[in-house]
């Protein structure tokens, strides 16, 4: 599906670090759960390696970005409708995500690449060069009703490499000039660049841009988030593009218990204030080895008492577990803990007037593109 020829890469470098990688999220590299051969390494020697970083002079280590071509043959994807994923169709320029965001529960599906998880999920990218003429030629298939599509639900459409790359604002343009029904879900500013097609599908009721927003606090955001926007900028962005006629709604996601928790009522206050319309929150999710990177997070980012307090309430959600699968669970997870989360949101999503717009997207204006070139008219 995707080819990793010598003329599909850009700036290949090994990308295992002897140091804590500049401004990247994770700090250990899990071993792909689909390998058969594993290497394990003894404790006194993990410590020692551990001793030595701690006194390892000069700058951080600096693990540069590599980006693969994915030579995919189509760019629609359909999934699996749950409870907790409510949307049938998908649109993912790129795999992986320099954000780094240390949480991210897509990290996991960068295994099934034949990669880790852990930096290789922020450093390793997979772009889709073809997606704009894919996208094209899908749409154009008699065989494709224009259902909404959420314009990457797995990586963030608008992480750094689209500033150079641009295939999001290309597919954007065709989802536009289509009238197809579109969402996304972003961390960063780079949105407003965009804001003239978020406008034009819009005035369609046929564009609705998500912004997902986890602190206000700027320095935990840094360390949760190292190459996404700041807090301060994902609330720029809600007003300008709300002051340009966008619906947006905000994603408080993920709610990490006992550290970002005691912050709903005020991000629901800053979000409604920008001008968002719509607000929604989930649990910290930690499937597979995302345990294992955030607990590693925790002890090096958090005091080690609050580092406990944080472990000890994700397990008393998660029914003394760190991660449960269930489709009833894992978006919210149980117990007091979560039900105190949900009357929160409810007491103050009232109070600031959030969640009043529900109108769905409209498929009113979709008109299939002309392969040859133009549109059609009827």
């Known amino acids: 599906m995707f080819g990793m020829g010598e003329d599909d890469v850009f700036s290949f470098r090994d990308a295992l670090p002897d140091v804590l990688a500049h401004r990247r999220g994770a700090g250990i590299y899990p071993v792909n759960r689909f390998e058969t051969v594993r290497l394990h390494g003894l404790g006194e020697e993990l410590d020692r390696q551990s001793i030595e970083r701690q006194h390892v002079d000069g700058p951080p280590h ?3 970005r590599q980006v693969f ?9 359909q999934v699996s409708k749950t409870a907790d994923v409510p949307f049938d169709w998908t649109l993912n320029p790129y795999r992986g995500c320099e954000h780094g965001c240390i949480y991210c529960f897509a990290r996991p599906y960068h295994e099934y690449l034949g990669f880790s ?20 030629r899908e749409l154009a298939s008699p065989g494709w009703k224009p259902e909404p599509i959420v314009m990457s639900a ?16 290309q597919c954007l343009e065709v989802l536009a000039d289509c009238g197809q029904p579109v969402t996304t879900m972003t961390k960063s500013a780079l949105v407003l660049r965009d804001t003239d097609l978020w406008s034009r599908l819009a005035k ?13 606090d700027s320095d935990l955001a840094q360390k949760l988030e190292p190459r996404a926007s700041s807090p301060a900028g994902r609330l720029r962005a809600i007003r300008e593009l709300t002051a340009a006629g966008i619906p947006v709604s905000v994603n408080i996601a993920p709610i990490i218990p006992g550290l970002t928790d005691v912050e709903l009522p005020q991000i629901l206050q800053a979000v409604a204030e920008a001008g968002a319309r719509r607000a929604a929150w989930v649990l910290l999710r930690l499937p597979y080895q995302l345990k294992d990177l955030f607990l590693d997070w925790l002890q090096r980012s958090v005091h080690p008492d609050r580092a406990r307090k944080v472990e000890s309430l994700i397990r008393q959600s998660r029914g003394g577990k760190l991660y449960q699968a269930s489709y009833d669970d894992r978006r919210r997870g149980k117990g007091h803990f979560t039900e105190q989360l949900a009357q929160t949101f409810d007491v103050f999503t009232r109070k600031y007037g959030l969640n009043r717009d529900i109108r769905p997207l409209s498929t009113a204006h979709f008109r299939r593109p002309d392969l040859g070139g133009q549109m059609r008219l009827f």
């Open 117 to 136: 998880c852990g930096l290789d999920f922020e450093t390793k990218l997979m772009a889709k060069p073809d997606a704009p003429a894919l996208l094209k």
């Open 154 to 169: 797995i990586t963030d459409i608008y992480q750094p490499i689209e500033h150079k790359m641009r295939i999001a604002r």
């Open 204 to 216: 369609m009721n046929a564009g609705r841009v998500t912004i997902t927003l986890v602190t206000l």
């Open 62 to 64: 600096r693990v540069e």
């Open 69 to 77: 071509f994915d030579r995919t043959q189509r760019i629609i994807n």
